[in-house]
């Protein structure tokens, strides 16, 4: 069964830093690329990075782009995000989710995690 | 950066009714569209990908078509499990979202 469990959400305050964790399970991590999307409370999806199976490619949404750093741990089968620069609007909970990709066409996500809260207030 | 727009942002249905979700692109992405269920509380989960193929495990009263711009998601007879807001998806573009709710 594939599982994703994402940890290390918490209170941060505006310009702080986080780092966010997922934990894969019952596939294997280093064939897929991996992603982590958000959704702040009430709202709706936005994807936020991405990352290639060996961690050689990484892209982001423009507006995370220099604070947040994508990575992974193939041996460790782990998924990381380290957040800097925290901003009020970063306040979200913060999803891992498991990319396919058919050929030619784009990312689907077809498993999340249950999805960990970062809220950022001072 | 190509939009995605969903309508209705939210409708009201019965156990039973037939319901029609769209979504359209602000160019064409082909058939590069995929959909989601969020239930309340819940991470979304994926129903349809490249517009039309349904997701293993995912009830057959699912169906997606469309390709250009313009997509759509059918449930042809809805259950209870099926109330919560749905998301189309493009690359890295959701759409708003539809919240269905029960009438």
């Known amino acids: 069964e594939v599982q994703l469990v994402e940890s290390g959400g918490g209170l941060v305050q505006p310009g702080g830093s986080l780092r966010l964790s997922c934990a894969a399970s019952?596939?294997?991590?280093?064939?897929?690329?991996m992603s982590w999307v958000r959704q702040a409370p009430g709202k709706g999806l936005e994807w936020v990075a991405d990352?290639?199976?060996?961690?050689?490619?990484?892209y982001y949404v423009d507006s995370v782009r220099g604070r947040f750093t994508i990575s992974r741990d193939n041996a460790k089968n782990s998924l990381y995000m380290q957040i800097n620069s925290l901003r009020a609007e970063d306040t979200a909970v913060y999803y891992c989710?498991?990319?396919?990709?058919?050929?030619?066409?784009?990312?689907?996500?077809?498993?999340w995690g249950q999805g960990t809260l970062v809220t950022v207030s001072s | 950066d190509i939009q995605m727009t969903q309508s209705p942002s939210s409708l009201s249905a019965s156990v039973g009714d037939r319901v029609t979700i769209t979504c359209r692109a602000s160019?064409?992405?082909?058939?590069?569209l995929n959909w989601y269920l969020q239930s309340p509380g819940k991470a979304p989960k994926l129903l349809i990908y490249?517009?039309?193929i349904l997701q293993s495990g995912v009830p057959s009263r699912f169906s997606g078509s469309g390709s250009g711009t313009d997509f759509t998601l059918t449930i042809s007879s809805l259950q209870p499990e099926d109330f919560g807001t749905y998301y189309c998806?493009?690359?890295?573009?959701f759409g708003q979202g539809t919240k269905l709710e029960i009438k």
């Open positions: 989710a498991r990319e396919v990709h058919l050929a030619g066409m784009g990312p689907a996500f077809d498993y």
């Open positions: 990352i290639k199976q060996d961690g050689s490619e990484k």
């Open positions: 160019q064409s992405i082909s058939s590069n």
């Open positions: 998806q493009q690359r890295g573009t």
């Open positions: 019952g596939f294997t991590f280093s064939s897929y690329w």
């Open positions: 490249a517009a039309s």
